[in-house]
């Protein structure tokens, strides 16, 4: 059972199952909301690979569960002065199970994705992910269960997007040249914003920039359109660069700075699922921790704290430790386990 698409990762996936010597079906999911709203012609797209592919297709409707696990969590993070990340919430929550219950509907023995990355049995028995060398997707899948991994296929692992394409072209397939999207599924032209208030009905009320210490800088427009580091957007002339510290939700304040005040060492960590192992050590050292998708892992460890906290420290400063993003940390190239950000850390 793959999760069909309309791009060109999920059709090459399933050509190699095929060769692989799989029986293949298909599946689209459909959010309701956005690129995946099957009325807005992913399904169609969809089925007409699904038919090159001479595979069997259905639709699989989420709308409901998706609105629950990822568009009001999301909605609820911003207003609350996080910036999340829908993915991570997505493919375990929806994704997969949505997945593998038609799978197990159906009689299939697996399910499978366009992504780059492979699922890893190791020693005692435990699943993880390994990171792909080159288009590694790992980060957004830090969140899959032992029962999730143990019935997953990604046969995209050791290739390239342009082998990809270069199989899909060989095939003939629909998708051999069509545009990787870049931006999230169900805010098309990232406009968060707007999406943010439309979709919610709540306004961002405007408030003060305020140094550090208190001193009122100017006015902004909502903490909506602001995240941790930010730069450029903020409509405010200091007369030297300025970046976005720290949002206090409390006083509805913008806390501006210089770009060395973005480092910290420390992350306060929750929501953690850790992958190889099922109960670690309260402290676990050599680690490499990821911050975002698009950032370069750090050296680090990790300390349990209490209430389920872990404490994560970096060798060196990091910048911009944004609360509501993940944090991954690997081992050998292989997830260890990952959380969501609560706060950085003063060490």
């Excluded at 143990?150 to 095939?171: D, G, H």
């Excluded at 931006?183 to 990232?190: G, N, S």
């Amino acid at each position: 059972m793959i999760g069909l698409s309309s791009g060109v990762d999920s059709s090459v996936a399933a050509y190699l199952l095929q060769k692989q010597g799989y029986e293949v079906i298909g599946a689209t999911i459909d959010t309701g909301i956005g690129e995946n709203a099957v009325r807005e012609g992913i399904g169609l797209e969809a089925k007409k690979i699904a038919d090159q592919l001479q595979i069997s297709h259905y639709i699989l409707d989420v709308q409901t569960l998706f609105k629950k696990e990822v568009v009001l969590p999301f909605i609820e993070a911003y207003y609350e002065a996080r910036t999340p990340n829908p993915c991570v919430l997505c493919n375990p929550a929806v994704k997969w199970n949505a997945l593998l219950e038609l799978a197990d509907s159906l009689g299939a023995q697996y399910v499978a994705t366009g992504h780059y990355s492979r699922i890893v049995r190791l020693a005692d028995g435990r699943f993880t992910i390994e990171k792909a060398a080159v288009k590694d997707q790992s980060y957004v899948l830090y969140g899959l269960s032992q029962t999730q991994l143990s019935r997953t296929k990604m046969p995209l692992y050791a290739y390239t997007k342009e082998e990809v394409r270069r199989l899909a072209a060989e095939q003939g397939l629909l998708t051999a040249k069509k545009p990787d999207s870049q931006e999230i599924c169900f805010i098309p032209d990232d406009d968060y914003a707007g999406f943010l208030q439309q979709y919610s009905g709540r306004e961002s009320e405007p408030g003060s920039f305020v140094n550090r210490e208190g001193k009122v800088l100017g006015q902004h427009r909502g903490l909506i359109h602001y995240t941790i580091g930010q730069r450029k957007g903020l409509g405010i002339a200091l007369g030297e660069p300025a970046f976005v510290t720290e949002l206090r939700t409390e006083t509805n304040e913008v806390v501006l700075g210089r770009n060395e005040d973005c480092f910290q060492r420390g992350v306060l960590v929750q929501n953690v699922n850790f992958m190889m192992e099922e109960k670690p050590a309260d402290s676990v050292c050599g680690l490499q921790g990821k911050l975002r998708y698009a950032h370069q892992e750090e050296a680090c460890r990790i300390k349990k704290r209490e209430d389920d906290l872990w404490e994560c420290i970096f060798e060196q400063p990091q910048r911009a430790v944004t609360p509501g993003q993940a944090i991954v940390w690997y081992k050998d190239q292989m997830i260890y386990g990952g959380g969501q950000i609560v706060k950085g850390l003063t060490v």
